[in-house]
């Protein structure tokens, strides 16, 4: 009972002070925050567990919808420490979740949809090193931030990778440990490195 007082006593200081929230919020112990109070913000009845980082220093808020849960751990950062390479931003649905350690790069704009469940230790990366030149160290040729689509009824398993540029479909399952470097369409399950389709969600049929 006390824990749940200090989460919610937590969560009012965390509104007055380093987010915006339509309601009430619970706010575990050890979570930071970074960067100003209007470019963070949630709907109603949402929770950040133990130790979360929020970096919100973007282009553009990062946007939560109501009862959203992330989980023990979980990083979430548009751009380079206190704003060096900003980055676009992050928006997620309702009813969503993002799991214990998983790490969301926004660089470029990841757009989360409603009821999506992200498993643990899943890393979402909005962004792509260019390599083109051999005469120039890589770290030195910038980065290509196209942005990730995650539709509604999504599962992520865990110690999944989804890199720049994709957009997963409505319905679909992200199989543990699969790399995702394309579009999956709707209600399908991939698999493997990189992920192909394994099953159609509506048939018995393995391809």
Known sequence: MKRLFLTVLRGYFYKLFFLRSCGPISVSSGCTIIGPKNNL???Q???LEENVLLQAISEEPLKFGDNV???FGALIRPSGFWG???GKGLSMGNNSSIGAYSYIGCSGKVQIGNQVLIGPNVSIIAENHI???LDIPIQNQGVSNKGIVIEDNVWIGTKSVILDGVKIGYGSIVAAGSV???NIPSNV???GTPAKIIR???TNDFR
């Open 41 to 43: 913000i949630f709907g």
């Open 45 to 47: 009845k949402c929770k």
């Open 69 to 71: 849960t992330i989980c």
């Open 84 to 86: 060096r390479n900003l």
């Open 131 to 133: 390599f083109d030149s």
């Open 180 to 182: 995702v470097t394309k």
């Open 189 to 191: 399950i991939v698999a």
């Open 200 to 202: 159609q969600r509506d």
